[in-house]
């Protein structure tokens, strides 16, 4: 029932940025911890960043200093800002809330590339 709509993923050379979007149809978006994940070819779906409703944040090391994760509880949406990517960072990124279980359904993701 709840969708999660990315965008914003694109091709980036090493070292550039990107600032994803999601857009949720949660009614209650604002009271959830959001997330933001990646799953690159043959690899686990990882949580990258986090933030609570109260706007506190966490990052996976990988991305610490690089990324960062922001919400608009008016706008039923999230970001992540992305900056210095690596080729490593090449993924297909989604969101959802980190702590509901089940898992909302995953939308599409969308599709982050690192390469020169």
């Known amino acids: 029932q709840v969708?999660?709509?990315e965008s914003g993923g694109g091709l980036v050379q090493p070292g550039g940025s990107l600032r994803l979007?999601?857009?949720a149809s949660e009614r209650t978006f604002s009271i959830y911890a959001m997330g933001w994940y990646r799953q690159a070819p043959g690899k686990q779906r990882e949580l990258v960043a986090s933030i609570t409703s109260g706007g506190s944040t966490?990052?996976?090391d990988s991305v610490?200093?690089?990324?960062?994760?922001?919400?608009d509880n008016a706008k039923n949406t999230a970001y992540l800002q992305m900056n210095s990517l690596k080729p490593e960072d090449t993924?297909?990124?989604?969101?959802?809330?980190?702590?509901?279980r089940p898992f909302a359904s995953w939308g599409q993701g969308t599709q982050v590339t690192v390469s020169s």
């Open 3 to 5: 969708q999660f709509v």
């Open 21 to 23: 979007s999601c857009a």
């Open 58 to 60: 966490n990052y996976a």
């Open 64 to 71: 610490k200093g690089r990324f960062t994760i922001s919400r």
């Open 91 to 100: 993924a297909v990124y989604y969101c959802n809330f980190p702590l509901r």
